[in-house]
């Protein structure tokens, strides 16, 4: 089984190293958006098992399409520059795992490997290796 993830980040160097981390340690399939509005377009007709959000896009907060996710029950870590504090986010983004910019990826890259395994290993029969 193959999760699918979806990755909300505006810089691009930043979102291809998420991409790029996430599919060769995992199965899983990466889209990303550096817009709400393009983001949202694809929700229309997809649903991912989680998501890694940037507070902020290049067309402003994405705060609708977090909001969307929620709905959904998808399990979002939030991936920002902006400082933590509950009173500085939108309700949406409340309660998320967070990382601080600038971070090291690499322990953002592991929790979400981690919780792709565990999506993953919920079908019977499944077995999760490394992608190569």
Same mark, same amino acid.
């Given at each position: 089984? *193959?999760?699918?993830v979806?990755?909300?980040? &505006?810089?691009?160097?930043? +979102?291809?190293?998420?991409? !790029? !981390?996430?599919?060769?340690c #995992?199965p899983? #399939?990466? !889209?990303?958006? +550096?817009?709400?509005? @393009? +983001?949202?377009?694809?929700?229309?007709?997809?649903?991912?098992?989680?998501?890694?959000?940037?507070?902020?896009? !290049?067309?402003?907060?994405?705060?609708?399409?977090? @909001?969307?996710?929620?709905?959904?029950?998808?399990?979002?870590?939030? /991936?920002?520059? /902006?400082?933590?504090?509950?009173?500085?986010?939108? =309700? #949406?983004?409340?309660?998320? =795992?967070?990382? *601080?910019? =600038?971070? &090291?990826?690499?322990?953002?890259?592991? &929790?979400?490997?981690?919780?792709?395994?565990?999506?993953? +290993?919920? *079908? =019977?029969?499944?077995?999760? @290796?490394?992608? #190569?």
């Amino acid at each position: 089984m *193959v999760v699918d993830v979806l990755v909300l980040e &505006d810089e691009p160097l930043i +979102a291809l190293e998420l991409k !790029s !981390s996430l599919e060769e340690c #995992s199965p899983c #399939s990466v !889209s990303t958006f +550096a817009r709400g509005d @393009q +983001a949202q377009k694809w929700l229309d007709e997809h649903t991912p098992a989680l998501a890694i959000a940037d507070v902020t896009l !290049s067309d402003g907060d994405c705060e609708a399409v977090v @909001q969307t996710l929620n709905d959904r029950g998808v399990a979002v870590f939030v /991936h920002t520059g /902006h400082e933590p504090r509950l009173n500085g986010l939108e =309700p #949406s983004f409340r309660g998320k =795992p967070t990382y *601080v910019k =600038p971070v &090291d990826t690499l322990g953002l890259v592991e &929790d979400t490997v981690r919780l792709i395994k565990d999506i993953a +290993a919920l *079908v =019977p029969g499944h077995h999760c @290796q490394p992608q #190569s």
